[in-house]
Each structure stands twice: as C-alpha cells, then as structure tokens.
C-alpha cells in the first residue's frame, strides 16, 4: 500500500475486521501529559534511573521509590483521558467492533475513557497492598499523601501499620496471571492487533503479538521503532492519540 495515506491504512485495515486488540504502553499516554519512559523527554532522561522500578529496590528501600515517583504522579493526577483512548471507546460503540484494549500502563485513562474491555497487565495505581497483612488499600487517599510529602505510606487507620506497596507490576515481579492469560486470549481471537505507543521492549508485554492467528494483521502506531516493526502489515511513525482518533473518524 506504498504512497498511501498512513492514516487510511489503518482506517481500511480497522474498518476491514471485527475482532480488535489493541496494545499499548506508555506513549499513548504522553498526549494527555504523562511522560513515557524511554523518549528523550521520558522519565529515565528526567534522571529517574530504571532500578526505581524494580521490585528489589522497592523491598530494600521503598523510601526511594516514593520520593522519585512524587513528582510523576502529582503531574499525571491531574492527566485525562486523550481523543486516542477516547477513539477505543468509539470504535467499539459508534463502529460495532469487539475491541479489547490490553495496556501496560498503570494510569487507568483507558478505564477512564470508556473502553469497554481493558487488561491492564502491570496493574493500575488504583488500589495498594499491605507488605504485611495483604490488606487492600484504595489508591487515591494514598497517592495524595505520598504528593504532600509523605515518603512510607503505611497502612493506617485501623490498619496494621504495614507498608503499603502500590499494586502495579515492578520489574521482576510476575504480572497477574489472569490479567496475562485474558489479554493472550484476546489477541489470540484478534482479526487485528494494533500496537500504540510502545516500544515492546518491556517483557512479557513485548511477546503478547506473537499469540495472533496466522491470519491475524498487525499494524504499528509508534513515534520510534518498535520491536515488532519488521513483522507489521502498517508500521506509522505519529502520534498514537491523534493518528487512532483520525483512523476512527474515518471508519465511522
Ligand atoms: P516506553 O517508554 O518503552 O515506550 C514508549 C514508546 O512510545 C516509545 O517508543 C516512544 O517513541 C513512543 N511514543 C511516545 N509518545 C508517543 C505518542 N504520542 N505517539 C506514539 N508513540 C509515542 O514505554 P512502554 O513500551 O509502555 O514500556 C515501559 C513500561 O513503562 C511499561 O511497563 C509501562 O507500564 C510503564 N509506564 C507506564 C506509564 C503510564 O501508565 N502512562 C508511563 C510511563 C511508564
């Protein structure tokens, strides 16, 4: 499809199937202001170093980790949903598609947009676990404590005083198995997978394309390249939020 509109080549390829997965990570959510990790104004380049988000760091000092991710998530509370993830809930609604959107990220802004079925893989900031008692914690109260200053928040009021861990998916921790199992499925029953604002290097989310059918298409939505560009149908390097919103548009 040389010299065709990117934009339409998604549109054709979307208006063509019935059953959508699409996966995405954390560049779907830079055009509501959440930065990515890995672009060059991502949040390793902001000087927050990977090993924060490991779960051995958090173990041996989960101070660290909350007084680095103040200032991401003071920013990313005030984010909303962009016309991408508004799109997902469109195509499924206004276009009578069966979308399953399969996230690696942990902002809920898929959830919050609509789209009618979301496996969030490495969890959400939603709610937080006790260390000590496994107690479950609702996330807001919390996180806005940790925003006003607070490095260790704990499992207070009535709670064991316990260290609270956010229910998100640390490197080397495993995800949730039911969450993983759900999202294969889905992109195992695809007719398309639609990779958005993701550079698959993050395993096992990376792998998650090779579960599609041999019939199953593969389109690529990335600024920069991605680890499953060489097998895509459509690979287009533009923003995830606009280019969906105008690939839906289309197709309505
Ligand atoms: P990543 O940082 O490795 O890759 C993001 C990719 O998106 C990059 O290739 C970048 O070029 C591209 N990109 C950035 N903005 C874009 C846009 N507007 N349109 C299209 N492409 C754009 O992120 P990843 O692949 O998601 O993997 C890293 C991990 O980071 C994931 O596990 C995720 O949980 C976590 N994370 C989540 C959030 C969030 O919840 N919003 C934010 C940061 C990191």
Redesign the pocket.
């Known amino acids: 499809m040389r010299g065709v509109d990117p934009v339409q080549q998604l549109a054709a390829l979307l208006g063509a199937v019935q059953r959508v997965a699409v996966i995405t990570?954390?560049?779907?959510?830079?055009?509501s202001g959440?930065?990515?990790?890995?672009?060059p104004t991502?949040?390793y380049a902001q000087g927050v170093s990977e090993d924060v988000f490991d779960i051995r760091t958090f173990e041996n000092n989960p101070t660290r980790f909350y007084r680095n991710i103040r200032p991401l998530i003071a920013g990313?509370w005030e984010a909303a949903p962009n016309p991408g993830h508004c799109a997902l809930t469109a195509l499924a609604t206004d276009c009578g598609k069966d979308v399953s959107v399969v996230t690696?990220?942990?902002?809920t802004l898929h959830q919050q947009a609509g789209n009618p079925v979301v496996y969030p893989v490495?969890g959400t900031v939603e709610t937080f676990t006790c260390e000590q008692c496994h107690g479950r914690v609702d996330g807001a109260g919390v996180w806005q404590r940790v925003v006003h200053g607070e490095d260790l928040p704990r499992h207070g009021d009535g709670g064991c005083n316990g260290i609270l861990k956010p229910d998100i998916v640390f490197f080397g921790e495993r995800l949730p198995e039911q969450v993983l199992s759900n999202a294969q499925a889905a992109v195992r029953r695809a007719d398309l997978v639609v990779v958005?604002?993701?550079?698959?290097?993050?395993q096992p989310?990376a792998m998650l394309p090779a579960y599609r059918g041999a019939q199953c298409r593969l389109a690529v939505?990335?600024?920069?390249p991605?680890g499953v560009d060489a097998e895509a149908d459509v690979v287009i390097r533009?923003?995830?939020?606009e280019t969906l919103a105008a690939a839906v548009n289309a197709v309505r």
């Open positions: 990570g954390a560049g779907m959510s830079t055009e959440i930065p990515d990790f890995r672009s991502g949040i990313a690696q990220n942990i902002d490495h958005a604002g993701s550079s698959m290097s993050v989310a939505v990335n600024q920069a991605t533009a923003k995830a939020g």
